[in-house]
């Protein structure tokens, strides 16, 4: 469907520029990235053999992954909401 075409073309936009460039004049999210270098200091002096190393790791990018994925919907529902919101007041037409 191009309605949806256009509106993921929208989100990778809006997601990859803008929020990245918001979120990086913003104290709590760089509090949070500074605990998260903190945490990866203290994961690597434990020095873990290849094979626990690798298991740790996919299980910490499986939830990174998880987290852009549950972002990436929250914001496009977050727009469908405002779409139909703004349609319910009769401000913008529906398609």
């Known amino acids: 469907m191009a309605e949806e075409h256009i509106f993921e073309a ?11 460039e918001t979120l990086q004049g ?3 999210y760089q509090q949070m990235q500074a ?5 990866m200091g203290l994961f690597d002096e434990l ?15 499986l939830h990174a992954e998880s987290g852009t994925l549950y972002g ?7 727009y469908r909401d405002c779409v139909a919101l703004l349609q319910a007041l009769d401000l913008i037409k529906s398609f």
């Open 10 to 20: 929208i989100t990778d936009y809006l997601v990859n520029e803008r929020v990245t």
């Open 26 to 28: 913003d104290r709590q």
């Open 35 to 39: 605990k998260i270098g903190n945490q």
């Open 47 to 61: 020095n873990l053999d290849k094979e626990q190393w690798l298991v740790a790791d996919r299980l910490i990018s």
């Open 72 to 78: 990436r919907i929250a914001y496009q529902q977050g």
